[in-house]
């Protein structure tokens, strides 16, 4: 970390319910934006303002793929984000609503969500 800026950020990303399923979400595998809006409930613009701060923070990274932007656990996170955000996600793995967030993740299919 270079500065209480960066310690902030992180922290501020790592402080709202949303994000934490996202990153439990991408813990598992990459995901774009339709996808995580439609296992969140969330509106599009909400989902992507949450994975501009988690990739602000340097806690996610993002890749192209055709029409797609997805979105992944940054593997060159600082170790003291890695570890932070490893834990976080060991004990989110734990609660009732997660377990229920990685079976859809496991399951959803983003050609079927545009073709509805």
């Known amino acids: 970390m270079k ?13 709202d319910p ?3 399923r996202i990153l439990l979400l991408l813990a598992e595998k990459k995901l774009c934006v339709c996808e995580i809006t439609e296992i969140l409930g969330l509106a599009t ?17 993002q890749e192209r793929d055709g029409k797609w932007m997805n979105y992944y ?11 932070l955000f490893t834990e976080c996600i060991k004990q989110l793995k734990m609660c009732d609503e997660a377990k229920s967030d990685i079976e859809i993740a496991k399951k959803i299919d ?5 073709t509805r």
């Open 73 to 83: 656990l940054n593997p060159r996170a600082e170790d003291f984000k890695k570890a």
């Open 3 to 15: 500065n209480y800026e960066d310690i902030a950020k992180l922290f501020k990303a790592l402080s």
């Open 110 to 114: 983003r050609i079927k969500i545009h």
């Open 18 to 20: 949303h994000r934490l």
């Open 45 to 61: 613009s909400t989902v992507s303002n949450h994975l501009s701060i988690l990739h602000e923070a340097g806690l996610i990274q």
